[in-house]
């Protein structure tokens, strides 16, 4: 019996999902919570085999959860379960070595399919990501690259980069060079404009 | 009109896809070669749209025949067509910036959708391949780290190494030691077992 915890914010798709999963013989929904805040307490209390987070809720989201769940019960799988993948969602959600990241579009048998394939210790990502997945290969940003750049994309000067990431000045302007210089860029400005077409912040 | 290039090694194969092809009002088949030595004289010869690559082909493959052209003829763009996705050859294809990687398993509605894509400048990716695409996109290893590690694997010690990349011996001692961090190996042959068992060499 694979033991499943929800987190979905809409409580209407929510009890639907778990109506859905408790009709499969090998699935038993354990679990069930409405914010990302809730996902790790609610972990530990019922000790899921996969738990299936959407992004988008109160509190942390549900990637911020799973990153979280692999430090405090990394033998809680982790299937993401969104209604858009964004390039940076897939980014987060490779840094948290989420087992699977499938697309609300997908068919019910997909999901099923996919929480098996997870709960087997196996990789699943939605078909229609496949190319949002290959450029993210072609990446030349580390995850650190990419928060400086993030913000320097905002407007922060080197000095705030500095505070925000508790860094030093002058190794956030090691950083800024590099980056101008990994991603061929002209200047800083460039940089931005190039990461940001190619879905790298 | 998509004027189109196709390389293939099987006649038979090569000549059938060039009538499914010739059957769209929108495409039409300029060059027909059988070995990768050939792609660029021909493409050179006849400015295709889009080439068309086998990767198994005899001489020059179809990725290193993709980088080539990516050199003479920039203006034309690439679509792999081949038997089997592995990861090696997924990230060359990255590597030589080609516009699409699809399989010949993929329905001939997938073939001409995809040509029509890339000669848009799109870019396609099969999506059977969207999980080894996901697993490169966690690769840490730079095309060039990748290039040492193999040749380490095979046996090359760093002045073998050395000679084989045009580095100098220190050089490619730096580049292992990077390579053993970055992987959070610990030693060469650990370093080798985990790129492998990942795909990224």
């Known amino acids: 019996m694979i033991k499943l915890l929800l987190a979905e914010d809409q409580h209407v ?7 859905l999963l408790e009709l499969e013989d090998d699935l038993t929904v354990v679990a069930q919570v409405g914010s990302g805040d809730e996902v790790v307490p609610a972990a530990l209390a019922h000790t899921p085999d996969v738990a299936v987070l959407d992004v ?31 390039p940076g969602h897939l980014r987060r959600a490779l840094s948290a070595d989420v087992g699977g990241f499938l697309l609300k579009t997908a068919p019910p048998d997909d999901l099923t399919g996919a929480i ?13 990501l496949a190319v949002a997945a290959w450029d993210l290969a072609g990446n030349p940003l580390t995850p650190r690259d990419a928060d ?54």
Chains 1, 2 share one sequence.
């Open 116 to 128: 098996r394939t997870v709960a087997a210790g196996g990789r699943v990502l939605d078909p229609s």
């Open 13 to 19: 798709v929510r009890s639907a999902l778990a109506a």
């Open 56 to 86: 988008d809720m109160p509190g942390l989201d549900g990637l911020s959860a799973a990153a979280e769940l692999r430090e405090r019960l990394p033998r809680c799988r982790v299937l993401i379960l969104t209604g858009h993948g964004k």
């Open 148 to 201: 400086v750049l993030r913000l320097a994309a905002e407007g922060a000067d080197a000095d705030e980069i500095a505070a925000r990431l508790h860094l030093s000045p002058g190794t956030v302007r090691n950083y800024l060079t590099a980056i101008v210089a990994k991603l061929n860029a002209r200047n800083r400005t460039d940089a931005v404009r190039i990461a940001h077409e190619a879905g790298w912040i």
